[in-house]
Structures are given as structure tokens and as C-alpha cells.
């Protein structure tokens, strides 16, 4: 490392840095990781991890973390209920502090140098500020959150930014499906993941920031039910849930990877996935001394998600296309489980559906 004071700095030890710092380590890097808070960092989430995001966790190396499997969605809106289960894979519920303690030990086990309480308040010419000593690198990282400085810092342009609010709370009961359950209700949504044997997660996503989990439940008089009795496990935590496009997640030396470098709505329950997708695109990138390849890769990472985002944004502001929507697939579970996999990325399965039902849609269609 001539000259440097290591080949990777990476600002930001949420998920997408802890994934950045692990995959740039496990290509040989000497890697530095500095965050303004300390382990184990909590945030409102709604703690689903898709098949997608295991699978990066198994190319990262890092163990799954423990919490509870879950097989598919559910839609639920008055007495409409739509379930789908995804066509391969397993999907985890995982308390954030877990996830990030295992993440944390994984990056410890790889060799990361990792500085926490560590607030990085500027760039230096050849790398960045941490308390007051300059750290030159050869690569700089930014992973630090949605609100980035360093994307401030490198003047990426925001060229799409709405926002939604976030608040979750765990209770104590027994998961009652091993299904993530979407409720929508009048320009909200609320949705449950098992997170443990004894533990659900309910998050909610709404347009008005003053709406709180025991108001929105008022709108769910079953799921309110069925947590009447349930000892809540934590306290309510807020967050924004931020549908965000960047200019570019690039500058010379320096890279955006996690919401830094842009996100979509949390409904879709797939920003960690991303972030340790990017995480594997970025290392593969540096490790080509082609930094330029990520940013393609990174486009390419998002395109599938952000559609999915815009079509359930759609579903949540309009009253009307939603009914008809979740009618249609009420009647046409095939759709309803197309969707979800193309959503969790298993294109084989939605193409084998297409061309299994093609004959008698196209046949249905002449009728
Ligand atoms: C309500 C809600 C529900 C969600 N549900 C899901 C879900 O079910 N599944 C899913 O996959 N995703 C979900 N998400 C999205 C997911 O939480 C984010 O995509 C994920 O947290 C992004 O990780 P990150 O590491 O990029 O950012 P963050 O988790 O925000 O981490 C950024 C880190 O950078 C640090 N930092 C910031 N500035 C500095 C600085 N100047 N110096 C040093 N450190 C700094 C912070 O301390 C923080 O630790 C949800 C989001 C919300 C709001």
C-alpha cells in the first residue's frame, strides 16, 4: 500500500458498509471502516431479508444471522387476502441489532480495521477526516445512509427524492404464518414479519408523518386483534422510507453504495438486499482497478426494484387502482406469484409461468 494509509476507506457501518468493507477485504484490500455511532446500531426497518439478500450473505461469507424463515407474501386488504410463496428460496426475518452484530463479527473475522464512534466531517485531498487526523486511501466509500455527506461532499445531484414515513415495533407473540403480511389500508400500509419463534416485527409506511403504529392499527381491526395482548419488545422507532435517484454513484475514486447511492421505497423490503448486492459489485469493480464498472452495475442492480417500487407507490396512492388490482389478482393467483418472482429476482420461474400459461391466456383472449 505505498503511499496510503490504506487501499479502501469506507464511511458508513450500516449494512452497506459493513458488506462494502467485507467484500473489499475478502479481495485483499486493507481496509479501514469508520462510523459515528456504535455497534449494535438499530433502525426503523421492517427486518425482512429476501432470497436475494441470503444469497449475497453467502457470496459475502458472512453466516446467516439468526431469526425466522418466512416463505412468500401476503397481501391483505378488508377481506381480499392474496398469498404467493416465492418460487425458490427462503426469505429471512432478522432483528436489526442481529444483523448488524453478525455483519459486525463477520467484518472483525475478515480483518476490517473498524473505528466506531468515529464521525467523518470532510474529505482530505487523498482521503477523508476522522477525528481531526487525515486517512489517505485509495478508494474512499461512501455508506453513510440515505442523508450522505459524502455524496454532498463529491456534488452528486439528487434527481428524484419522495418521502414516506417508517415506524416499527416489536411485540412479543408467536408468528402466525411464515409469511411477510402486507396490509394496506387508505394511503398506508402496515406489514408483519416473523423475526423470532416468540416475535413479530410490525413496521408501518405512511404519507403523513404524524400517523403512529396504534393509530394506523385502528385501520386493521384483525391484526389489531391479534396484537392486543402481545407485550411490545421494543419502543416505537421512526425513519424516513425514501424513493431517491442520484446522477451518479462515481467520482474518480470515491463510490456510493447503500442508500447513500440512492433507494426505493421500503414497501418493497429490498434496501439491505441492494446494499449488499452493490457491496459485491463495487468489490468486483476495485478489484479490475475499474471503479467506472460499478456504476453500470449499479444501474443495472436497481432497474428491477424501482419498477416494482413505482407500481406499489401507484397501489398506495390511488384507492381505485388498487382495488381493481388486488381483485385481478385475487382471481389470478398465477399473476400474484409471477410478480413476486420476478420481485425476488427468479426470472427462470416467471418465464417457465409465461410460457406455461401463454397457450391459454392468448386462447382466452380470442374468446
Ligand atoms: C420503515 C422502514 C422499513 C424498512 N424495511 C426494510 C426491509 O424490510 N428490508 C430491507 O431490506 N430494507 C428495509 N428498509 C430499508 C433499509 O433499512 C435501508 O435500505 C438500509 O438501512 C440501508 O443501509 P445503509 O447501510 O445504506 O444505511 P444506514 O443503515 O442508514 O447506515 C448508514 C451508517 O452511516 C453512518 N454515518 C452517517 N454519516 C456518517 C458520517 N459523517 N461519519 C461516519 N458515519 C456516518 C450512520 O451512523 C449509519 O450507521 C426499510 C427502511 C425503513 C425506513
Known sequence: ???????????GGGPAGLAAA???????????LAD??????????????????????VRLGVPLPEGAIFRGIRFVEGDVEIDGRFPAGTALGVRRTELHYTLLHAAIAAGVELHWNTPVEALSVDGAVLNGEPVSCRWLIGADGGQSR????????????????????HYQIAPWTDRVEVHWGPGLQMYVAPVGEQEVCIALLSRDPQTRVDAALEFFPDLAARLADAPWLSEERGGISATRRVAAVTQGRIALV???SGSVDAITGQ????????ALALADALAADDVERYESAHQGIMRRPRWMAELLLLMDQRSNLRAHVLELLARNPGIFRLLL??????????IRFIVSHAPAAVEAGRR
Do not use: N, T
Request: charged residues 25%; hydrophobic residues 45%; aromatic residues 8%.
Open 22 to 32: 467485507i467484500a473489499a477485504r475478502r479481495k485483499g484490500f486493507h481496509v479501514i
Open 258 to 260: 447503500g442508500d447513500a
Open 36 to 57: 459515528a455511532a456504535h455497534p449494535p446500531i438499530d433502525k426503523a426497518c421492517g427486518e425482512g431479508l429476501m432470497p436475494e439478500a441470503l444469497d449475497a450473505l
Open 1 to 11: 500500500m505505498p503511499g496510503f494509509d490504506s487501499d479502501v476507506l469506507v464511511i
Open 341 to 350: 418472482a420476478s420481485h425476488v429476482g427468479e426470472f427462470a420461474h416467471s
Open 150 to 169: 459524502v455524496r454532498k461532499w463529491m456534488g452528486v445531484r439528487v434527481l428524484d427524492r419522495r418521502v414516506r414515513y417508517g415506524f416499527r415495533r
Open 271 to 278: 434496501g439491505i438486499c441492494l446494499a449488499f448486492q452493490q
